[in-house]
């Protein structure tokens, strides 16, 4: 018996048409943000695959249900980076003669504002200080711009090297920005109060997109050339595990304080994955079996606000048992099921009785162990 401790993943994928799951609206996902107000996720679509793709923001709701947010701005923008402001959406809109920040509400989905930014080559990534001053990076420009009351600045022009994913550090009221085009892939740190920038560490990384911090303090960066996210446990990054190996081309990468989650746009599928902080105590026994004896479909809908189903595949006859975990790897719900034949079935789970978070699992069929992830949400 192998024994592993459970790092949970759940994947929005496009989805299979015989089991009659929605239409996947992503196309070459580029950042993700959580509307915590009012419980759904949103998500830029870069280039795509074809016409009506490229400049879509889509709103993924507590029930994993896509709908489009916004289309404004197809096949007129690029959209990079996502950033909740306020009461407001800012998006990093490029490849325009006229690029910049789009704005729009998060109450109507309306595009009601756009700060034009002259000069810049592709914006990336946004965030804002704790006086509301907005922060743009430009990757092909190799710049920082500012923006104060709507009016943009540039701030930096030299020393920085495609710089790409941005975050702000209150706790040291700096910038950490990451220059991949700079020998060593170094994390850039830029003081707020006197406008220096210095080298915080050398990551010899390659490809990085996204950086972000959890509540616990550690720094998370995606690194699409390795399709990796690294986690650093000190600010001064002075080590790093990699913490989710799965995604293809990870992108703009967010911290989902809500439900402590690292949400992960995969730029090459097309999907966005979820993956807990927290790593759960749950033994996994997957058998190094074909996995066609029993597969693991996406359940649907994840998130979700009450009920899920878990979708699963048999390769021949046999039990099925399902054990829903909290994060410390308790017990909360056990479904065992009669004997089932070869072939596709599903399985409601109610966790309406459940606190909101993540809500590991286990589907068992005699030997064969495979594990994936629920999300609640309210």
């Given at each position: 018996m192998v024994h592993r401790i459970l790092l949970a993943v759940f994947v929005i994928a496009p989805m299979l048409p015989a089991i009659g799951i929605a239409q996947n609206l992503l196309s070459n996902p580029e950042s993700i943000v959580y509307d915590a107000e009012r419980g759904h996720y949103l998500v830029s679509n870069w280039r795509g695959d074809g016409p009506g793709d490229r400049g879509a923001i889509v709103r993924i709701d507590g029930n994993g249900n896509q709908t489009y947010f916004n289309t404004e701005l197809v096949d007129a923008y690029s959209i990079a980076g996502l950033y909740v402001y306020g009461d407001s959406l800012l998006a990093a809109a490029g490849e325009n003669p006229n690029s910049g920040i789009a704005v729009f509400s998060l109450e109507t989905a309306a595009l009601v504002g756009f700060i034009a930014v002259p000069g810049i080559g592709l914006p990336n990534d946004i965030t804002s200080d704790r006086d509301g001053v907005i922060y743009l990076t430009d990757y092909w420009g190799d710049a920082l711009y500012r923006i104060v009351d709507g009016v943009p600045e540039l701030l930096f022009d030299q020393g920085l090297f495609n710089p790409n994913g941005i975050m702000y550090d209150e706790d040291n009221h700096r910038l950490l920005t990451l220059?991949?085009?700079?020998?060593?892939?170094?994390?850039?740190?830029?003081?707020?109060?006197?406008?220096?920038?210095?080298?915080?560490?050398?990551?010899?990384?390659?490809?990085?997109?996204?950086?972000?911090?959890?509540?616990?303090?550690?720094?998370?960066?995606?690194?699409?050339?390795?399709?990796?996210?690294?986690?650093?446990?000190?600010?001064?990054?002075?080590?790093?595990?990699?913490?989710?190996?799965?995604?293809?081309?990870?992108?703009?990468?967010?911290?989902?304080?809500?439900?402590?989650l690292i949400c992960v746009p995969s730029f090459s599928t097309h999907t966005v994955e979820f993956v807990p902080v927290h790593v759960s105590a749950v033994d996994d026994e997957e058998s190094d079996e074909s996995p066609l004896e029993l597969s693991l479909l996406p359940s649907h809908p994840n998130p979700c606000r009450g009920t899920t189903e878990i979708r699963y595949l048999l390769g021949s006859d046999g039990p099925i048992r399902i054990v829903v975990y909290d994060v410390r790897g308790r017990q909360v719900k056990e479904l065992t099921g009669d004997w089932r034949s070869a072939g596709y079935h599903q399985v409601v789970v109610d966790l309406s009785r459940l606190a909101a978070g993540v809500y590991p699992y286990r589907l068992e069929s005699g030997r064969h162990v495979r594990t994936g992830t629920i999300v609640l949400t309210r």
């Open positions: 220059a991949p085009g700079t020998a060593g892939c170094p994390v850039m740190a830029i003081s707020i109060a006197d406008s220096s920038i210095s080298v915080l560490a050398y990551s010899g990384l390659g490809g990085y997109d996204g950086i972000v911090r959890d509540s616990a303090g550690r720094i998370y960066i995606s690194e699409w050339t390795t399709d990796s996210v690294h986690r650093y446990d000190d600010a001064l990054l002075s080590g790093h595990i990699i913490f989710s190996g799965g995604p293809a081309s990870p992108a703009d990468i967010y911290y989902d304080s809500v439900n402590d």
